[in-house]
């Protein structure tokens, strides 16, 4: 009951939570070495984060805690056996808590963030992105501009975006790949949620996400993002069919609808959608896998740790990166997390759609460790499971109100027994 009051009294931090999402893309890449520009976002969310912990008094839910928890091991073991300085070590670390620190916000928002709210934000945030998008074909110096804000190699970009044969967009994410990501996962935020609030023309908003999504798998060339978006599509109508027997039958229209969709996607962009690209990748992941763990049993099961591995190579692969971090028991402590998300989530479709979104292209990227996305996508996670937390509080207030009814009944009829 405490707890419950605490909650209700302190919400205005939660008026301010949802811009914080809105300027959080639009941070520009800080190149100055000026570490409180870089941290600073950072750190403001963490504290929001432990704020809501603190109203929580300890009660937090179990799987926010694994999240945690499962951070801290991986920071405090890789503090240990890092072999540059403590502080950097510290430093280096901070990324392990993003899933745990947007749990938490998300978590906490609900019930006290309105919904709509929070969908006319995503929509302004993918609005954005199609600008930006779109602006850098118009000419050389709005490519200087967006290169010089969002990205760390300007001439890279600049090189790289050959309007007529690659052109990929960056938008304010920075990466081509993570932009069509973080697209995916506001898009899919709006086409699931639109429907069940009540918001105006929702059919036109779903209409734009959709648009906005096709427009920038094209703009980016990205055939992970791509790739995501067509599970995305299938998940839809699996998710949303009221009779899952019955959809065994129009599984054939359902994957002509998505093949479609990837025809004409794929004769859109210079770029071929195979599985060519994995032998590249596998490459290097074995070479990394043979220059930190093998022949080293301990390795295998413990890892060389978080802070030691980001030193080793860019992963692009988060359950390897976690491998090399933490070995065989790092990799199990992270699927039994995944596990007890999807346990809490099993009922929201919107939440399963990001956890797909998460675990399909952590093979290809680091997307939770990722600021600009992971702040969205683990908020989104938390915030739109089903309002049915604290049922201990809610159980206890519908006893309370039963006994203070049996009370005044009981009153009534002395009263009515004694003649009053």
Not at 60 to 72: H, K, R, T
Not at 149 to 178: C, M, V, W
Not at 252 to 269: A, D, E, G, N
Not at 316 to 334: A, E, F
Request: include cysteine.
């Amino acid at each position: 009951m405490e707890m419950r009051q605490v909650n209700e009294k302190r919400t205005g931090i939660f008026i301010i939570i949802p811009f914080f999402f809105l300027l959080i893309p639009l941070l520009p890449v800080i190149r100055s070495g000026n570490a409180i520009l870089i941290y600073s976002p950072q750190l403001l969310m963490g504290a929001v984060s432990i704020y809501i912990l603190s109203l929580w008094r300890g009660r937090v839910p179990d799987y926010i805690f694994a999240f945690w928890a499962l951070g801290f091991v991986f920071y405090v073991y890789g503090c240990l056996t890092y072999n540059g300085s403590f502080a950097s070590a510290l430093i280096a670390g901070r990324r392990l808590f993003f899933p745990a620190m947007f749990l938490t916000i998300g978590h906490g928002s609900r019930g006290k963030i309105q919904e709509k709210k929070i969908i006319y934000i995503l929509t302004i945030m993918l609005f954005i992105q199609v600008a930006l998008s779109l602006l850098p074909s118009v000419s050389l110096t709005i490519r200087q501009i967006i290169g010089t804000l969002y990205r760390d190699d300007i001439e890279s970009f600049l090189y790289g975006f050959q309007y007529s044969t690659t052109k990929r967009a960056i938008g304010s994410i920075g990466n081509p790949n993570l932009l069509c990501l973080y697209v995916d996962v506001i898009s899919s935020i709006i086409f699931y949620r639109a429907d069940y609030i009540k918001i105006k023309k929702a059919n036109l908003l779903k209409a734009f996400s959709l648009f906005a999504t096709i427009l920038i798998c094209i703009e980016t060339q990205s055939r992970e993002g791509i790739i995501v978006f067509l599970i995305l599509v299938f998940l839809y109508f699996y998710l949303r069919g009221k009779n899952k027997k019955t959809f065994i039958l129009v599984i054939p229209l359902y994957m002509l609808f998505v093949y479609i969709i990837y025809s004409f996607l794929s004769s859109r962009i210079f770029r071929t959608i195979d599985l060519t690209g994995i032998t590249t990748r596998t490459q290097i992941w074995n070479d990394i896998i043979s220059s930190t763990t093998e022949g080293s049993l301990y390795n295998q099961l413990f890892g060389i740790g978080y802070q030691n591995a980001r030193t080793v190579s860019f992963f692009d692969n988060i359950y390897l990166k976690y491998y090399v971090s933490g070995g065989i028991i790092g990799v199990i402590l992270l699927l039994l997390c995944i596990v007890l998300l999807l346990l809490k989530c099993k009922n929201s479709i919107i939440s399963l759609s990001i956890i797909a979104i998460w675990l399909v292209s952590s093979f290809a990227c680091e997307f939770q460790e990722t600021f600009k996305i992971s702040s969205i996508s683990f908020f989104a996670i938390a915030y739109f499971i089903p309002l049915k937390e604290n049922l201990e509080d809610i159980t206890s207030i519908l006893r309370h109100k039963n006994r203070s009814r049996q009370g005044i009944n009981m009153l009534n009829n002395r009263n009515i027994d004694e003649g009053y």
